[in-house]
């Protein structure tokens, strides 16, 4: 990993730490890989989002976060703009994470979640991403 990588996983960490939430993110593995797309500021921008949405997964223990490559995010670019969306950017992370052992909300219970799915927008390079889906593809 990086030098940048490894600042970036370790400023994650302790943002969340800080956090009063009931998912676990300290042993995550949060790589934002390599981009031509986009400066590692702009993916670790999105990472963020995500790993606030995450917060909300009531019970859930994050394993892994990375962002999914520049092929996979200007194949779902092209896909949301044939649906009439005007998105300018789009970002694709996959992680995998570990549900409650008693389940509870949409999980299942006790059961390990892998290539789930997060897909940012933004209008404008620059401007702010919004997170516009999670889930399996």
Not at 16 to 36: F, K, N, Q, T
Not at 38 to 53: F, H, K, S
Not at 73 to 84: C, D, F, I, K
Not at 104 to 115: K, L, N, S
Request: proline share 1%; hydrophobic share 45%.
């Amino acid at each position: 990993m990086g030098r940048a990588k490894g600042a970036f996983a370790m400023w994650a960490v302790l943002l969340l730490a800080g956090l009063c939430c009931a998912c676990v993110v300290s042993e995550a593995v949060i790589d934002c890989g390599e981009s031509g797309l986009y400066a590692v500021e702009d993916l670790e921008a999105a990472a963020e989002i995500i790993l606030t949405e995450f917060a909300d997964f009531d019970g859930c223990v994050l394993h892994t976060l990375e962002y999914a490559g520049d092929d996979v995010s200007a194949r779902e670019l092209e896909y949301y703009r044939g649906t009439g969306r005007e998105h300018a950017q789009c970002a694709v992370f996959t992680s995998s994470f570990h549900s409650p052992v008693n389940g509870g909300g949409a999980w299942e219970a006790d059961r390990e979640y892998t290539g789930w799915s997060w897909l940012l927008v933004r209008e404008e390079d620059g401007g702010d991403w919004e997170l516009l889906t999670a889930g399996y593809a």
